[in-house]
């Protein structure tokens, strides 16, 4: 049984920062690409940025790009989403999504595993 707990959600001011965790078990994820999404009230849920489990290659959503930074821990099994800069806009649940294969895809429908989510509010 694959599980994904997100952790580190919060409340920020406009330009601080914030680091989200995604603690994994029940798998070996070395064929994993590991996901972040969010969804804002009334809005469809969107792809933020990925990693590759074995080789740590990355792709990012152009909004965040230069901003967040995806990273993860093979010893601890977790994989982590450093914000910075962040903005008002930024507000949302973040959500970490599993998948197996390869192929850093930013289609939601794609993932397979998906954690409960954590709430990100930025204050202006």
């Known amino acids: 049984q694959v599980q994904l707990v997100e952790s580190g959600g919060g409340l920020v001011q406009a330009g601080g920062s914030l680091r989200l965790s995604c603690a994994t078990s029940?798998?070996?994820?070395?064929?994993?690409?590991v996901g972040w999404f969010r969804q804002a009230p009334g809005k469809e849920r969107e792809f933020v940025a990925a990693?590759?489990?074995?080789?740590?290659?990355?792709y990012y959503a152009d909004s965040v790009k230069g901003r967040f930074t995806i990273s993860r821990d093979n010893d601890k099994d977790t994989v982590y989403l450093q914000m910075n800069s962040l903005k008002p806009e930024d507000t949302a649940v973040y959500y970490c999504?599993?998948?197996?294969?390869?192929?850093?895809?930013?289609?939601?429908?794609?993932?397979?595993?998906w954690g409960q989510g954590t709430q990100v509010t930025v204050s202006s």
């Open positions: 990693i590759r489990w074995t080789s740590g290659g990355t």
């Open positions: 999504a599993a998948r197996m294969g390869a192929v850093l895809t930013t289609n939601k429908d794609d993932y397979d595993y």
């Open positions: 029940g798998r070996t994820f070395s064929r994993y690409v």
